[in-house]
């Protein structure tokens, strides 16, 4: 039993010993986390949420006043260009169109007696010339006659009264012919007149019934059967019969904050998802970047604000769809990610591990450019210009130990969780990452010591 005791106690004494050595040998040293550097594609991409809008839409007016007969679709369908769509009562259309025909016949049947009573004259006018001609040879055979002495005077005046009442008959069958044709081309006119007012009556009952102006589908139905409409104002009620959408072109129009707008350019590539069709991302382009400013609160323009008060701004973006799907509907909500920077096999480091350094506190690497001249977006550059930005680089000194060294790095373009490293290091160095307190509290040349333990991740809080 003294033998257990002692064996014991001998135990206690060893282990005490070994606890108080690694004790002794790791005071003085911080645990970091650490990372190297290493090369990767990189992407910077901003987001922006907003609806899916189809590029053309047309609010189909009415353009007859009248009950609505017949609705021939409903909200959601497709239809086709040219297809009717919607009627609108016509009694009175179709009566007009046919009292104006019964006139242009009418008009005709009195063209057609006008110029035969012009051909009438016309063969008139043609007897009472050959007339002429055979009294002007009887009165030039009484004149002979008459010198020669062999001929009355009463019978030669009446000769020349003949010759007369010829020239006069002329006259008048010319008169009669020019009447003729006045007659028919005033009827003919007529019958124009009448022509034109069928076309226009033809155009009132054309529009009674309204049809597809392209292939699209139909977004908006707010009448039905029996409701009277007018023509009226564009979107007034009683004037709009329907929406119909062109979906051969969609667009996801977004809403961009103001501090990334100015990395958005026309033609960078995007993906659109859309909350009602998990799972799913949709490939697009930007196709438009609005120059106004609109107030998050409202979504009115700056320029057209009469409040003073400063608040957030978004600006519009429009991202067209490079092939939309038959599922797409007008409005649905969408969140659009574009890319506005990618590099291919650049070095990175994590964002985290980037800390500011006060620039009067030494700082290895003194030929690196500092924070301020870095460019891209997200740099995490120090707002005061004597500060500077860099990492902790470990190294061994002479002895076997890791120390932390500050070192200044220039950045790029920013990823989801990582930075271009422009200068200032190179692949393969090692650099603290965190914890960010134990971070932002290194000094340079700390003694430092890699903890292989991860920091435990808080659980979500469902409640």
């Known amino acids: 039993m003294k033998k257990i005791v002692l064996i014991v106690v001998a135990i206690l004494v060893a282990a005490g010993l070994v606890t108080f050595m690694v004790v002794k040998q790791q005071s003085g040293y911080t645990k970091v986390l650490t990372a190297k550097i290493v090369r990767e594609d990189l992407s910077t991409v901003i987001s922006g949420t907003g609806q899916i809008k189809p590029k053309t839409y047309v609010n189909v007016g009415a353009t007859s006043f009248g009950r609505i007969t017949h609705l021939y679709v409903k909200e959601g369908d497709h239809v ?36 035969a009573a012009e051909k009438t004259a016309e063969a008139n006018l043609e007897r009472a010339k050959a007339d002429l001609e055979q009294k002007k040879l009887d009165w030039d055979r009484a004149q002979s006659l008459l010198q020669a002495g062999i001929m009355a005077k009463q019978d030669f005046d009446a000769k020349k009264a003949a010759y007369d009442t010829a020239v006069a008959t002329i006259a008048q069958m010319q008169a009669t012919v020019a009447q003729s044709k006045a007659q028919t081309e005033s009827q003919r006119a007529r019958v124009n007149n009448a022509t034109a007012q069928l076309r226009f009556n033809e155009d009132a009952l054309n529009k009674t019934v309204s049809v597809a102006p392209f292939d699209g589908l139909v977004t908006n139905l707010p009448v039905r059967e029996g409701e009277t409409v007018v023509v009226g104002i564009q979107n007034a009620e009683g004037s709009t019969l329907m929406t119909i959408a062109d979906m051969s072109v969609v667009t996801a129009e977004v809403k961009v904050d103001e501090t990334d707008i100015v990395n958005v350019k026309i033609g960078q590539a995007a993906d659109i998802t859309v909350d009602a069709i998990p799972g799913k991302v949709f490939k697009g382009h930007v196709t438009l970047v609005g120059d106004q400013a609109l107030l998050r609160s409202t979504g009115v323009a700056t320029s057209q604000s009469t409040t003073g008060t400063e608040e957030a701004k978004d600006f519009k973006v429009v991202v067209t769809l490079d092939q939309p799907d038959e599922s797409l509907r007008p409005g649905l909500s969408t969140t659009a990610r574009i890319t506005t920077a990618h590099k291919n096999s650049v070095l990175s480091l994590p964002i985290q591990a980037l800390t500011i350094k006060p620039e009067d506190k030494p700082a290895t690497n003194g030929n690196v450019q500092a924070a301020s001249s870095s460019s891209g977006s997200g740099s995490g550059s120090s707002t005061n210009p004597l500060d500077q930005q860099g990492v902790y680089v470990l190294s061994k000194d002479k002895q076997g130990k890791l120390r932390v060294h500050f070192v200044l790095v220039k950045t790029g373009i920013t990823g989801a969780t990582d930075i271009e490293i422009v200068s200032g290091l190179k692949e393969g160095d090692e650099i603290v990452t965190g914890p960010y307190k134990t971070l932002r509290g ?19 809080n469902n409640s």
């Open 442 to 460: 290194l000094k340079e040349n700390s003694l430092v010591k890699r903890d292989t333990v991860k920091p435990a991740v808080a659980a979500p």
């Open 80 to 115: 086709k260009k040219g297809q009717t769509i919607a009627t609108v009562e016509s009694v009175q259309p179709e009566a007009n169109v046919q009292a104006q025909q019964a006139q242009i016949a009418s008009a005709k049947t009195d063209v057609n007696s006008y110029v």
